[in-house]
């Protein structure tokens, strides 16, 4: 299994920015694909978005298509999510996760960080 650390959270102001990052351990990196997914306060956690192994495919859930972009560094071992134009709904702990597949199902991926908190203000 890999080790994943997420980093970058923090609270910012509706239509503002933030760059999450995901640093994981281990050599076999790019033999996973990468997800990202959020849990807000009294609701189950829910997919953000997911990108292969090599990053040339990504899928993003609707709500925050077009506004964030998932990417990673094979070679530094670390998987990003931008997210523009933040809106109060995307208030959440976002969680790095790590799988075989590339799908949106969170039981598909097996290594989980710890998450980060990012609260977007009205």
């Known amino acids: 299994q890999v080790q994943l650390v997420e980093s970058g959270g923090g609270l910012v102001q509706a239509g503002g920015s933030l760059r999450l990052s995901c640093a994981a351990s281990?050599?076999?990196?790019?033999?996973?694909?990468m997800g990202w997914f959020r849990q807000a306060p009294g609701k189950e956690r829910e997919f953000v978005a997911r990108?292969?192994?090599?990053?040339?495919?990504?899928y993003y859930a609707d709500s925050v298509k077009g506004r964030f972009t998932i990417s990673r560094d094979n070679a530094k071992n670390t998987v990003h999510l931008q997210m523009n134009s933040l809106k109060p709904e995307d208030t959440a702990v976002y969680y790095c996760?790590?799988?075989?597949?590339?799908?949106?199902?969170?039981?598909?991926?097996?290594?989980w960080g710890q998450g980060t908190q990012v609260t977007v203000s009205s």
């Open positions: 996760a790590a799988g075989i597949t590339a799908t949106i199902n969170l039981q598909d991926f097996g290594s």
């Open positions: 281990g050599r076999t990196f790019s033999s996973y694909a």
């Open positions: 990108i292969s192994r090599s990053g040339g495919s990504t």
